[in-house]
C-alpha cells in the first residue's frame, strides 16, 4: 500500500473540485497568496526595525552621559 500514484491524485484533485467548485478554490488561492504576501512583508518590516536601533546602539558607544543621582526619601 505504499505511495499514491499519478492516477491516485488525479482522482483527488478532481473529488476536491467537484465538492467546492472551481470559483472557490480560486478565491481560496487568492486568499493564501495574500496572506504569505502579507506574512512576508511583514517579516522584512521586523527585520528592518531590528536592524536600525542596533545601528544607533553602535553609534552611541562613543558617546559619555552625565546623570546624577538623587536620593529618594519618604516623607513621613
Avoid: C
Avoid at 44 to 53: I, L, M, Q, R, S
Wanted: net charge positive; hydrophobic share 40%.
Amino acid at each position: 500500500m505504499g505511495s499514491l500514484s499519478v492516477w491516485h491524485w488525479l482522482i483527488v484533485l478532481a473529488i476536491v473540485v467537484l465538492v467546492f467548485g472551481t470559483g472557490k478554490l480560486k478565491n481560496m488561492g487568492k486568499d493564501l497568496g495574500g496572506a504569505i504576501k502579507g506574512f512576508k512583508e511583514g517579516m522584512k518590516e521586523g527585520d528592518d526595525e531590528k536592524a536600525a536601533p542596533q545601528k544607533e546602539i553602535a553609534q552611541d558607544k562613543t558617546a559619555t552621559v552625565d546623570v546624577e543621582a538623587k536620593d529618594k526619601t519618604k516623607a513621613s
